[in-house]
T-cell receptor, first 115, second 114 residues
Framework: QKEVEQDPGPLSVPEGAIVSLNCTYS??????FMWYRQYSRKGPELLMYTYSSGNKEDGRFTAQVDKSSKYISLFIRDSQPSDSATYLC???????????????FGKGTKLSVKP | DSGVTQTPKHLITATGQRVTLRCSPRSGDLSVYWYQQSLDQGLQFLIQ???????AKGNILERFSAQQFPDLHSELNLSSLELGDSALYFC?????????????FGPGTRLTVL
């Protein structure tokens, strides 16, 4: 079993839809959870960063962490064509990878938002 | 634009060859990370340098090596290349080696081994 599992999609939704992206993980030591967005031919950029369990909201984006189920989610409200990208979850046992620099990434879910 | 630059953008080479990828971190960032992204393995951490010293190692092959120079730019050297080394190689930088600072990713170098 891989440490982090993420459905690769692709996921296609109409503009304005609510999008739900998910990852599961097996390492109970993970405490820091991130979502990165990667546009085609670009490097990943950090979208959301959460610690332990709970919710975090930033504009149209909400990140949820359920450590008891080892499950994290990213919700995108009122999705826009500009949200079309690959979304990668990442997690670490230390803050931002800490001195180990060791972020473990999911393989990414490709999202397409149709106008 | 993250402020991290990587050269070259594309590299095409043959099996058995050696290549060098270059990364310049954001101004003020002391940490540099190298990642490999392939379709089957996803994004994998290779190695981290902080202010010229190696800080952490991930899934880096012995054929690969890296260094960070006094001006903080970093180079990733890939030798005895195999077809399976074809991938996107990303560099990221951050201010510190631990704590709450974000890793900023460069645009990547696409390596094709024929």
């Amino acid at each position: 079993q891989k440490e982090v599992e993420q459905d690769p999609g692709p996921l296609s939704v109409p503009e304005g839809a609510i999008v739900s992206l998910n990852c599961t993980y097996s390492n109970s030591a993970f405490q820091y959870f991130m979502w990165y967005r990667q546009y085609s031919r670009k490097g990943p950029e950090l979208l959301m960063y959460t610690y332990s369990s709970g919710n975090k909201e930033d504009g149209r984006f909400t990140a949820q962490v359920d450590k008891s189920s080892k499950y994290i989610s990213l919700f995108i409200r009122d999705s826009q064509p500009s949200d079309s990208a690959t979304y990668l979850c990442a997690m670490s046992a230390q803050a931002y990878g800490g001195s180990q620099g060791n972020l473990i990434f999911g393989k990414g879910t490709k999202l397409s938002v149709k106008p | 634009d993250s402020g991290v630059t990587q050269t070259p953008k594309h590299l095409i080479t043959a099996t058995g060859q050696r290549v060098t990828l270059r990364c310049s971190p954001r101004s003020g960032d002391l940490s540099v990370y190298w990642y490999q992204q392939s379709l089957d393995q996803g994004l994998q951490f290779l190695i981290q340098y902080y202010n010229g010293e190696e800080r952490a190692k991930g899934n880096i092959l012995e054929r690969f090596s890296a260094q960070q120079f006094p001006d903080l730019h970093s180079e990733l050297n890939l030798s005895s290349l195999e077809l399976g080394d074809s991938a996107l190689y990303f560099c990221a930088s951050s201010v510190d080696y631990q704590g709450t600072d974000t890793q900023y990713f460069g645009p990547g170098t696409r390596l094709t081994v024929l």
